[in-house]
């Protein structure tokens, strides 16, 4: 299972975007002092008592108004609010409780979602602000005093959503199925590719783009094992992203990246790889999922010797940064190699969990050394201790030197190159941590 998800909720201008750079450690979303600023939901990770969990930002909730972004802002928000395991209401002190703070709260509460209710700009210290007694009207029990500027007040906001993350054995115990998004730009086969494999219409396909408005669920069991495709919404340019559920759309997308395994990127094979591809493919290198970049439509090509080659090159030549991802070409038309899929979902699938001993690292590093030697700068030479693995899905390996700053780029490149030359670790991005020595593997 994804790990636990926290929402921030609230209407516009309570501070919810700087509490979330507070929890999260980084600036982020944009913080600005006029509503509406943050109109895309933000993801990230957060640690607390030793539980990994994510928390995502949304735009802050008007329940009553006809303004198009101020709509769109409040629907994403009800996405994040549905798909949370914890809710987090905040408001703020200084215009006390307004009516759509009570609106929000009859929301929360139908959504029967845990909610933990914050008094945001309480920022003086001493006796408590005799105000929040006026907010335990809205319903949601115990309002927490919250300063997001300084910081006070969050390890009780963080102590009361834990209480509400489902158990840690929870998390591990997966029904053994591999998530598979199929993401890409509208109109390229994503419904055509799931309705193949599953050998029914259980998505519609129409010569159009923009269907497809959800994110659907379809199990899938076959000899090759247990899967669920996850069918998504086409990811348009945001230029080009006009109507309210289109944006929508997105927002499904990339939640449904979040809780995959692996991403089935697909490209229409008449285009190649677009601008927009080239995004959309970035969304799940970042968020570090195994992947497979899916020619599709390979049955309409007009084809000559070395044609898949040549488009081979083409791809990575324009996905620089995915080059580890296998491409396969198929026509979910005719089925066209389609069934050579679940062997690569499979098989980066295992790349993507693949632990390495710290005894063999530490023999690649040593070789790799020999061959290469580390960057020096004005007399100073980069000098490595050791290298250690600390996670999977992606796989990350903390590097000990002497200092970080001689630790380049592209000697970096360097090790991970000679890591996949070595442990092969292919469909699979790969995460480098640099640490001076005296530092631990996890800060």
């Not at 909720?9 to 700087?18: D, Y």
């Not at 198009?68 to 549905?82: D, G, P, V, Y």
């Not at 395994?261 to 799940?284: F, N, S, W, Y």
Request: proline fraction near 4%; aromatic fraction near 8%.
């Amino acid at each position: 299972m994804s790990k636990p998800l926290v929402a921030i909720v609230g209407r516009p201008n309570v501070g919810k975007s700087l509490l979330f750079n507070r929890l999260c450690g980084e600036k982020l979303s944009i913080v600005e002092d006029t509503p509406g600023v943050t109109r895309d939901r933000i993801y990230a990770q957060c640690e607390w008592r030793g539980r990994t969990f994510n928390i995502v930002d949304t735009g802050g909730i008007e329940p009553a108004t006809d303004n198009e972004i101020l709509l769109f802002m409040r629907e994403q928000a009800m996405l994040a609010i549905h798909a949370a395991d914890v809710i987090v209401f905040l408001t703020e002190i200084g215009t006390g409780v307004t009516a759509a703070d009570q609106d929000v709260a009859a929301m929360l509460l139908r959504s029967g979602k845990p909610v933990v209710l914050c008094v945001n700009k309480m920022d003086s210290t001493g006796p408590v602000n005799p105000d929040i007694y006026e907010f335990y009207s809205l319903g949601l029990g115990d309002p927490i005093a919250l300063s997001a500027v300084h910081g006070h007040g969050t390890d009780e906001l963080l102590d009361a959503c834990f209480q509400y993350f489902p158990p840690e054995e929870d998390e591990q115990d997966d029904d053994e199925r591999i998530r598979v998004a199929v993401i890409g730009k509208p109109n390229v086969g994503k419904s055509s590719l799931v309705n193949l494999i599953l050998g029914e219409k259980r998505v519609i396909v129409a010569d159009m783009p923009g269907t497809t408005r959800d994110a659907i669920d379809s199990p899938v069991d076959n000899r090759y094992g247990k899967y669920t495709f996850i069918d998504t919404a086409g990811i348009r340019r945001k230029s080009k992203v006009d109507d309210r559920i289109e944006k929508f759309s997105v927002l499904r997308a990339q939640l449904a990246i979040e809780r995959a395994d692996v991403c089935l990127i697909m490209i229409d094979a008449r285009e190649g790889v677009t601008e927009q591809d080239t995004k959309i493919a970035g969304l799940a290198h970042e968020a570090g999922k195994a992947s497979i970049i899916v020619v599709n439509k390979w049955d309409l090509l007009e084809k000559e010797t070395g044609t898949m080659e040549n488009m081979r090159k083409d791809v990575y030549r324009d996905l620089s940064f995915m080059t580890y991802a296998p491409v396969l070409f198929i026509s979910a038309l005719t089925g066209q190699r389609t069934q050579k899929l679940f062997e690569l979902i499979n098989y980066v699938n295992e790349q993507s969990h693949m632990r390495i001993s710290t005894g063999k690292l530490n023999d690649l590093l040593a070789d790799a050394q020999a061959h290469t030697q580390p960057p020096s700068d004005k007399g100073k030479r980069l000098k490595i201790y050791y290298m250690t693995q600390t996670g999977v899905c992606p796989p990350h390996f903390v590097i000990f030197c002497n200092d970080r700053e001689l630790f380049h780029f592209s000697y970096q490149r360097y090790i991970e190159n000679q890591v996949r030359s070595v442990f092969g670790m292919e469909g699979t991005p790969i995460r480098i941590s640099i640490r001076q020595k005296g530092e631990s593997e996890n800060s």
